[in-house]
């Protein structure tokens, strides 16, 4: 074999070295990502997370906290104590995880990211967020409802809120509260007669079901999250009030989609989160400050990823959201 012979070999041999250190280092990595619940906005929250995960070549431990305070912190305390190079986390409280997540960060030194939260004041465990404003969110729709109440109710709606501020309450307050000064700017005379909680779909479907009993003269409710909504249009149809009772939501999905496309012309409008963009970022920004890739400048920023309004009115926002959900899969 001559010299220049050898020396190819050689460099080949390096190249492949080099090559199987690189996968053998992103083998290495390991990050716990961990949901609120099983709805469809945390399923597509899950995805982005995955894709994120594959696109650079890390390990994903997944796992659902089902909004529990003990559960989370079980989640936390059992990963840290696995060594997980790190944890992206939609946190069961925008208040109290906070405390547990500090903890683990100083007790571990592990780089936790956020999702659906901004940011924390006062702590600085986390080295970024990626969420949508949840007062823009109740906003969206509001703007949509407004309009809707004063061309079809002359302005004087009888209102009911399906909340979930006993699981999350800043985001379902933001919402609530974005939604409502939407709508009052424009129709001061409108009621809100009832508020119930609910965040997944068979708590809609009970808690909006006894509003509809308790409260005959109701003609509109705004749903504050996925499920929430879900589960109040199918307890509109349930109580036979299709045409008399009209839900505006938040949260878009398959099921969304659909109900804004039926002839039941129950669900009006949603303002639809990019769910699978925030987990994709979610775990992008923390596998970059793992890699040492997040530039000085975006550490402890929150990504801002804006809503998009769905609207049975606006057929192409639905067919646009549609295709980005495709695309998604």
């Not at 899950?46 to 994120?52: D, R």
């Not at 571990?108 to 004041?121: R, T």
């Amino acid at each position: 074999m001559n010299k220049y012979r050898l020396l190819s070999v050689l460099l080949s041999l390096a190249l492949c070295i080099c090559a199987f250190a690189a996968v053998s280092a992103d083998d290495q990595l390991t990050i716990a990502a961990i949901n609120l619940q099983e709805d469809q906005f945390s399923s597509w929250c899950a995805l982005g997370y995955q894709a994120a995960a594959d696109a650079y070549g890390v390990k994903e431990l997944h796992a659902i906290s089902n909004g529990d305070m003990g559960r989370e912190n079980e989640l936390v305390n059992t990963y840290a104590t696995q060594n997980v190079d790190g944890i992206a986390i939609m946190p069961a409280s925008e208040t109290a995880s906070h405390q547990t997540l500090q903890r683990i960060k100083d007790q571990y030194n592990i780089p936790i990211s956020l999702l659906n939260v901004e940011m924390p004041e006062g702590f600085d465990y986390a080295v970024g967020s990626a969420t949508t404003s949840h007062d823009a969110l109740g906003r969206g729709s509001g703007e949509v409802a407004a309009q809707f109440i004063k061309e079809k109710f002359d302005g004087k709606a009888k209102i009911g809120i399906i909340t979930f501020k006993s699981q999350y309450a800043e985001p379902a307050t933001e919402r609530m509260e974005g939604f409502l000064d939407e709508v009052r700017a424009v129709n001061p005379d409108i009621e809100v007669v009832a508020e119930a909680e609910a965040w997944v779909q068979d708590m809609g479907i009970q808690a909006a079901g006894d509003m509809i009993t308790a409260h005959p003269d109701l003609n509109v409710i705004f749903a504050c999250n996925d499920g929430g909504t879900v589960g109040t249009v199918m307890a509109v149809k349930n109580a036979g009030k299709a045409g008399q009772i009209f839900v505006f939501g938040i949260d878009g999905g398959e099921q969304q989609i659909e109900m804004l496309r039926s002839e039941d012309n129950i669900l009006q409008a949603v303002t639809a989160q990019d769910a699978f963009q925030m987990g994709y970022d979610t775990m992008e920004t923390l596998i970059k400050y793992l890699k040492g890739e997040l530039a000085e400048d975006e550490i402890g920023q929150t990504i801002w990823i804006p809503g998009k309004v769905l609207s049975r009115t606006d057929p192409a926002s639905i067919d646009e959201y549609e295709e980005l959900l495709l695309s998604s899969k």
